[in-house]
């Protein structure tokens, strides 16, 4: 064994911000019952999936949270989308069409 960590391939990465804002918007418990559902669904690099799912400090767009964060590649750079007022439905279809290589979704979307 060479002492090094696990590495898992990664599609994308998504960030749930726990700033004290999104917090207050119920983040915590929205970045809980996502990863309950990215595990279930095998999404999460984890078990199996192509997602990695961390909690994320503020994220900046404080009064319209819980924000998530998504980066993910295109192509042959590194692309970004911004989401905000997410539950755990949009996280899933996020997460969904983040593993599949589909479209993302439009709404909550505001970086465009």
Known sequence: MSGLPLFFE????????????CRRAGSLALFAE???????????Y????SLRFTESGC????????TVAAYYADGETLAQAWYTR??????LVLAQALH??????IDGRFDR
């Open 86 to 91: 997410m539950d755990r439905e949009k996280v």
């Open 46 to 49: 984890y078990a199996g999936g």
């Open 59 to 66: 994220l900046g767009a404080c009064s319209t949270g819980p």
């Open 100 to 105: 599949d290589g589909a479209a993302l979704p």
């Open 10 to 21: 990664t599609r994308a990465h998504l960030l749930v911000c726990t700033g004290p804002s």
């Open 34 to 44: 996502a990863t309950t559902d990215l595990e279930a669904r095998r999404l999460a």
